[in-house]
């Protein structure tokens, strides 16, 4: 690949809207509902190039680009996805969708219930990583997509993209899970909990109705963001980017101000988070991620729980993320292997801990690259005979 | 030691005024205060085999034995104090202390200022390990001891045993540092900052002056408590202990009620913690471990920090901990044999994360058991001479 990789450019968010109830892992028929998404890259003609990116808990349909009226905006997978990047728009037809409890445009706990006239709050269903895959088979439903080349998704966005192996083992032809797990952790959702905590017992989280009180449990929201964000980095990069430098020459010696860089970097980041993340999002989300674990049903046997999937995976970790550390990238690849399913797996030796997924790290990077490489060459065998055929045709006219 | 280990029953909490004010590492002059402290064994008539023992964060000068009227409140190192124990009070005489700005005796947020005659709150000076040893020095002063046999702590404690031995070099034998660290990391700190912003973000905090309104930042302090017991457990043994068990065999599907049994544990710590611990002094007590940092006063160089100490010193730590990791202590260790100080050193393989160094590990115990008994041995000599001396005069006579 000589060619300068590039960015999509301007990209316009669309809507879809679902009629039909989605029958739900809680039991609800839920709907009907909308689900926010972006395509960039152009569908092939036999509609054999489409990949689906699934996001983790703080991100969007907005993989790539960004806004006319939001220059700023960038995707955040903007390194991963584009023209001449490891996911290259200029052969895949690539499709981000928001999913369905989160904020940023698809019905989530903000939106307007229709029965109620006010926002759903704590009566929006608590959802599951595989309703958010069911969900996401009706997306690509209404956008024409029988199978997508790949399924692709990081972190909880993993869980996603293995979950699609097993439940629609016909709709993909690969499935691309990176720095994930098949469960969380009794740790893992340790953190989950305690976050959960700081948002519920806030004063102004009024049992998940607090947009009727027009106020925010920012404060909650805030720890919880503080938590999550010390699980994302590894030790080592926090030493590396603040070990223990000071804002000051001196200790304050104050319990209030801020002493050390890290805490004004967290703080900075709580604050920030608060100020456009809904809480109701928060505990969904951090309830789908808990309650994933596809093993469960098959008598904690994670192997036969993939039986059913006929894809091939390519799976990668990051040697420093301690939040879903290598070991558990292993049991899905060791899972797979059992089933004979064909697997890649890297193991990458970053320094960013679980964040490194979203950063660009040259080995990584190469090896998403020459993973969709290997794809766009499994496409382009019967695109390209028709277009030969094209050809042949035109010369014989 | 064939001899049965066994408790040193009831105890009573003694407690020391100090009316000359104590000059803090803030540049306040502090006082008059009062510490409260225990005493187990007899000092014996050289004053030789005294035992000062520093505690962490949760805990305080009740150290071993139960208190007649509360029969089942055991001190916090029962396990490692007692007749026949490793810290054996058939042969030590050990002091127990709590430290200033704590909540369980000494004086500290929660006291009455004199000036104001109100509770201190966030007027309470910030106080550091240093400050500490000083006290603790002045507290020894009260007892006539010039020289401790040993000084002793786990974590925090630790470090305030490592203070000890170039603060005072010449007022102990050998310095006990268990499960500690030279300073804390960026991650370390990032931990107490998000339980410090859980607590000063509570509305019931009142700015520390929670005392004035009737109230307790309650919730701050258990998601504070919830934090900090993520990082006192290892991942392994949260999964052996809990792993992803349920309270019921199916989810609930709510955001707010306990699935799992981690959940669960952390929210019975979390709310029993809030019931009777100081939101200042928890303050006060993760500024200090945030302070911690010998080697900043010396170009960074912890040997040059640790230049002065001449005692003697056990290091003990455990595989699984990783709040305060084997790598840590043996920064200390490197920085003492550089100085060329005696060192035994014990990592010891023990699933329990940082909490391991409260737990009865059998190599553990026996480490330090052996380790007093070193101890002893050397204070023995001058204690059976002088028995010996007494026999030989009176066989004269």
């Not at 959802?127 to 790949?150: C, H, K, M, P, S």
Request: charged share 20%.
């Amino acid at each position: 690949m000589s060619k300068q990789a590039g960015s999509v450019g301007i990209v316009q968010a669309q809507r879809m809207r679902f009629e039909t109830p989605l029958p739900m892992s809680n039991g609800q028929h839920f709907g009907p509902y909308e689900l926010a998404y972006e395509t960039y890259g152009t569908l092939n003609a036999d509609k054999s190039n489409a990949v689906l990116i699934c996001h983790a808990l703080n991100a969007s349909h907005h993989v790539a680009g960004v806004y006319a009226d939001d220059p700023k905006n960038l995707g955040w997978w903007d390194n991963m996805i584009g023209p001449g990047k490891p996911v290259d728009t200029d052969r895949f037809f690539v499709v981000g969708v928001n999913n369905l409890g989160s904020c940023f445009g698809s019905t989530g706990p903000h939106s307007i219930s229709p029965l109620t006239g006010k926002p759903y709050g704590p009566d929006f269903p608590v959802v599951t990583v595989e309703d958010w895959v069911n969900a996401q088979a009706r997306l690509a439903d209404g956008l024409g997509i029988e199978r997508f080349a790949a399924v692709m998704g990081g972190s909880l966005g993993g869980m996603q993209a293995l979950a699609w192996s097993y439940l629609y083992p016909q709709r993909l032809a690969h499935s691309v899970v990176i720095a994930s797990a098949p469960k969380l952790s009794a740790q893992n959702i340790a953190f989950n909990e305690v976050a959960r905590r700081a948002i519920t017992t806030d004063p102004q989280f009024h049992g998940g109705r607090f947009y009727d009180h027009g106020v925010v449990p920012a404060r909650g929201l805030e720890v919880a963001r503080m938590i999550g964000h010390i699980t994302y980095l590894s030790d080592d990069v926090m030493a590396e980017k603040f070990g223990r430098a000071l804002k000051n020459a001196r200790y304050s010696f104050s319990l209030t101000d801020v002493d050390f860089e890290i805490e004004s970097y967290l703080r900075y980041q709580g604050e920030k988070f608060a100020g456009y993340f809904d809480a109701n999002t928060y505990l969904l989300i951090t309830r789908a991620l808990d309650y994933y674990d596809p093993a469960r049903d098959h008598g904690h046997h994670l192997a036969k729980a993939l039986e059913k999937a006929t894809a091939q995976f390519l799976l990668v970790s990051f040697t420093t993320d301690w939040r879903f550390a290598p070991e558990r990238s292993r049991e899905i690849v060791q899972a797979l292997l059992a089933n004979r399913r064909k697997v890649t797996y890297a193991e990458v030796d970053a320094p960013h801990g679980h964040d490194a997924f979203l950063l660009e790290d040259p080995q990584y990077m190469a090896v998403v690259k020459s993973y969709f490489e290997r794809i766009a060459q499994s496409i382009a065998p019967s695109a390209g005979a028709a277009a030969q055929a094209r050809a042949a045709q035109a010369g014989a006219a």
